[in-house]
């Protein structure tokens, strides 16, 4: 019996709400109560239309229980529920109070009788929004095709070619041409938006060095900053895309 009370008791706290604010009182409402130490939760489901409220009480022994009677007058809820317990059949009659703010209800619930009462202060449920859908991500930029420009090196201007393939997923592949007999292969390209690394390896003054590029793609042009792994020695050039006979017709 007691176990019965006490759901009855958070019941009535969701249920209040008052005529002036009846319109703001629909909605899911969850509050819990004490009741011999023992915290006892309770959500409320409630429509309000033309001053009669109408819903349900999840947790009650009985549980969803239909709401009766449910009318608001003012800032004043009124209704009541049954329910079951060991056995034998309750009326828990619940009368509350809506805050100005809207966002609680204050209750005074027992039995219809009035030889139990208790009281508890529900808050009202914020139903989360429906998750955005995920958009797409862009389309990773193509830079497919034959792409020449020119850096200086001691004052001397060094041509290089490259010559690229991009994959949908934004990998790059492809070479480069200079100074050095053999074309050097590139290695970890990457698109990202409007945004190309990778590297390649190739030799100077006999020793081989590790170059590291990154690229800011423009219409018809790419701006490169390339340099060794340590930082020391870098270089900028700007390379642009080379028409073929098919891009040309």
């Known amino acids: ?68 009677d449910g009318k608001v007058d003012g800032d004043t809820m009124t209704f009541w529920v049954t329910t079951d317990y060991k056995g034998q059949s309750y009326k828990l009659a619940y009368m509350g109070r809506i805050s100005a703010a809207g966002d609680q209800i204050a209750f005074t619930f027992g039995t219809a009788d009035r030889t139990w009462t208790a009281q508890l202060t529900a808050a009202k449920s914020v139903e989360a929004a429906p998750a955005a859908a995920p958009t797409a991500a862009p389309a990773a930029i193509d830079v ?30 492809g070479t480069m041409e200079g100074s050095a007999p053999m074309p050097a292969e590139i290695h ?25 590029f990154k690229g800011k793609i423009a219409a018809g042009q790419i701006d490169l900053t390339f340099g060794t792994e340590d930082g020391s020695w870098s270089g900028q050039l700007t390379v642009e895309r080379q028409q073929t006979a098919d891009s040309r017709q």
Do not use: C
């Open 144 to 173: 497919t095709g034959t792409w020449k420009g020119a850096f200086d090196l001691n004052g001397s201007s060094m041509p290089l070619t490259f010559h690229l393939m991009s994959a949908p997923d934004g990998a790059v592949t």
């Open 1 to 68: 019996m007691r176990d019965f009370l006490r759901i009855g008791i958070a019941a009535g706290l969701l249920a209040v709400a008052p005529a002036a604010y009846g319109a703001d009182a629909s909605g899911t409402w969850k509050g819990a109560f004490d009741f011999e130490g023992s915290n006892v939760a309770l959500t409320f489901h409630l429509t309000i239309a033309g001053g009669a409220m109408t819903g349900t009480v999840e947790g009650l022994p009985t549980t969803p229980a239909e709401i009766h």
């Open 188 to 212: 970890d390209g990457k698109l990202d938006g409007d945004t190309i690394t990778f590297l390649l390896t190739t030799d100077y003054g006999g020793q081989t060095y590790k170059l590291v």
